[in-house]
């Protein structure tokens, strides 16, 4: 019944499970001595198999280990890959600053153990998904080469059908913590200039383990949280830290003409009752004007 349709939209032509910094250590140890990265990965994983949805694709924008261990890698593949088996989407994995790109290759991607950039283009029946890979080797800030801006405008030169969603670790924006400008995508402006009048709807993002938006090139940017752990931003912007709380994922429709982001809580709370499968049943046996009157019409 999900996929009826009660108003002027029809059901999303896609749908993708967007993720970000998942940050494993090797032996299941603690991040920081505090975090339990294992454990809130398999919680944001039950949760996104129990909202039922069946996407095109997962995709993950990096940190999705803390060092780079090759084990965190395997112990990593080995969680996601049933799950993602079960909801029947290919799994894109993108690289970030905590992760070590030959482990990666080897262990996520049965690739050469190369410091090669972890790239990719996907087709979801239409709708292309790339990947960018925004780590320099051996720090914590971002870039995107030459060779692969050159790559990436090759890809752009012929438009898909539904038009390209990019993905990468570090977001094309400002942030207003200070020390994540310190770890910032730097040389934003030639990407720009090659994003810019592309067919790129919408940039996928993680690495500041906050939910945010906003534009770049004149193209929406959208940035998951972590599963890791989350940033309080109820703190003053000099003394934002990490929290063992806010977790979420996000769900990213694609209509064709709009992209929405919905960020989806991770937590334990009861809701109401009042929406069922019965309840949308009902509505989806009266004509538009009976669903009007008996939903949209006030009673008092």
């Known amino acids: 019944m999900a996929s009826v349709q009660f108003g002027q939209h029809a059901p999303a032509a896609r749908v993708i499970l967007h993720l970000s910094d998942t940050h494993l250590l090797a032996g299941d140890r603690l991040l920081g001595e505090r975090y339990d990265t294992l454990l809130q990965l398999r ?85 292309r998904l790339v990947a960018l890979d925004s780590t320099v080797p051996g720090w914590h800030h971002g870039d995107v080469d030459a060779a692969q801006l050159e790559w990436l405008r090759g890809v752009l030169a012929e438009p898909a059908p539904l038009g390209t969603i990019l993905a990468l670790h570090h977001p094309p924006l400002p942030s207003h913590i200070p020390f994540f400008d310190i770890l910032e995508l730097r040389d934003q402006p030639r990407l720009a200039d090659v994003v810019r009048g592309s067919d790129v709807r919408v940039i996928l993002a993680g690495h500041l383990h ?16 972590a599963s890791c752990y989350t940033m309080n931003l109820a703190r003053p912007a000099d003394e934002v830290n990490g929290m063992d709380a806010g977790r979420s994922f996000q769900l990213v429709h694609v209509w064709d003409d709009t992209i929405t982001h919905a960020v989806v809580p991770v937590v334990e709370a009861e809701t109401g009752g009042y929406f069922t499968p019965e309840w949308t049943a009902r509505m989806a046996a009266l004509s538009p004007e009976e669903r009007l009157e008996a939903f949209s019409r006030k009673r008092s």
């Open 210 to 225: 906050y939910s945010t938006s906003g534009t770049f090139a004149g193209v929406p940017v959208s940035v998951a949280a």
């Open 43 to 127: 919680r944001m994983l039950r949760a996104a198999e129990a909202s039922g949805v069946r996407p095109d694709a997962v995709v993950f924008t990096g940190d999705l280990t803390d060092l780079g261990e090759p084990e965190a890698y395997r112990a990593l593949r080995a969680e996601v890959e049933p799950w993602a088996a079960r909801l029947g989407a290919p799994v894109v994995w993108v690289a970030g600053n905590h992760d070590e790109r030959p482990a990666l290759r080897a262990e996520l991607l049965d690739a050469a153990a190369t410091e090669e950039p972890v790239t990719g283009v996907w087709d979801l029946g239409g709708l």
